[in-house]
């Protein structure tokens, strides 16, 4: 009697081709379902035309299955695949230029504001490869960031906003903690400025610190900064509330534009 095993392999033959199979996410399970994948792909690679490709974190898979799995000899997935391809890194100004041609496609930015907001964006490429560090990232942040600055872009300094929305990215919690302004204080009694307390030891404090630098006294500011106390709360309630927002300030001033 011919098992089902060589009949699977016989009618495989009779294709004349190979079959490769994707496996994607395989990161993202849970340890016995990992384990249980792994079991499919032993059962079915002894056949001769059928390759398993799998794209995943190793070490945190391998972190997932723990101790139980894992030997001083290697890692329990190195008994599974033959060849592994470690993918080789992406300078970061790859990322950066991913965010800037989104914002400058979605913000149906012309050159000059999209020229300025790619300065910023290279001139602050360390801190923000410490909040978006990869491609995913980076497309998560922006999906949060424009559907907000959408409603209040005319309001806000744009990189103040970008700021303010990496941490609300990265440390939602402190978002809060920051808007209570707990945080801050102000500079000096009369002063309608606001800066960072001395010893912050926020996670966010390398943001909160570009946020809120020490003034210089020749320093021209603009009054919709998140330093001034009637700008503060746009960058969190993404409304204009109590006062005319800029928009309606234009369209009264300049009725046949409107």
């Known amino acids: 009697r011919v098992s089902s095993k060589t009949k699977l392999q016989d009618a495989r033959n009779h294709l004349n081709k190979r079959i490769v199979v994707f496996i994607k996410d395989f990161d993202r399970l849970l340890d016995c379902e990992i384990i249980e994948v792994f079991k499919l792909i032993d059962e079915n690679a002894s056949f001769s035309n059928i390759i398993f490709i799998s794209a995943y974190d190793k070490n945190h898979m391998n972190k997932v299955l723990g101790s139980k799995y894992s030997n001083e000899d290697g ?18 100004i790859k990322v950066l230029d991913f965010i800037s041609q989104t914002l400058k496609d979605r913000l ?5 504001d999209q020229d300025i907001k790619i300065t910023w964006l290279r001139s602050n490429k360390e801190l923000i490869s410490r909040y978006l560090p990869t491609f995913r990232d980076a497309k998560r942040f922006l999906n949060l960031f424009l559907r907000d600055y959408s409603f209040i872009k005319e309001e806000v300094v744009f990189s103040e906003y970008f700021l303010v929305t990496l941490v609300k990215y990265r440390y939602p919690n402190e978002l809060d903690v920051l808007y209570n302004k707990l945080y801050l204080e102000r500079k000096d009694i009369i002063s309608p400025k606001l800066q960072v307390v001395k010893d912050c030891n926020a996670k966010s404090s390398d943001v909160l610190k570009e946020l809120f630098p ?23 309630e993404n409304y204009v509330y109590g006062v005319l927002c800029v928009q309606e300030m234009e369209d009264i001033l300049n009725p046949q534009k409107a």
């Not at 149906?108 to 000059?112: A, F, H």
Request: charged letters at 30%; hydrophobic letters at 35%.
């Open 75 to 92: 890692y329990f997935s190195d008994k599974f695949f033959t060849l592994e391809v470690y993918i080789p890194r992406r300078p970061y």
């Open 214 to 236: 020490d003034f210089s006294p020749l320093e021209i500011e603009n009054y919709k900064s998140i330093r001034y106390d009637l700008s503060f709360n746009k960058y969190f």
């Open 108 to 112: 149906l930015l012309n050159e000059e």
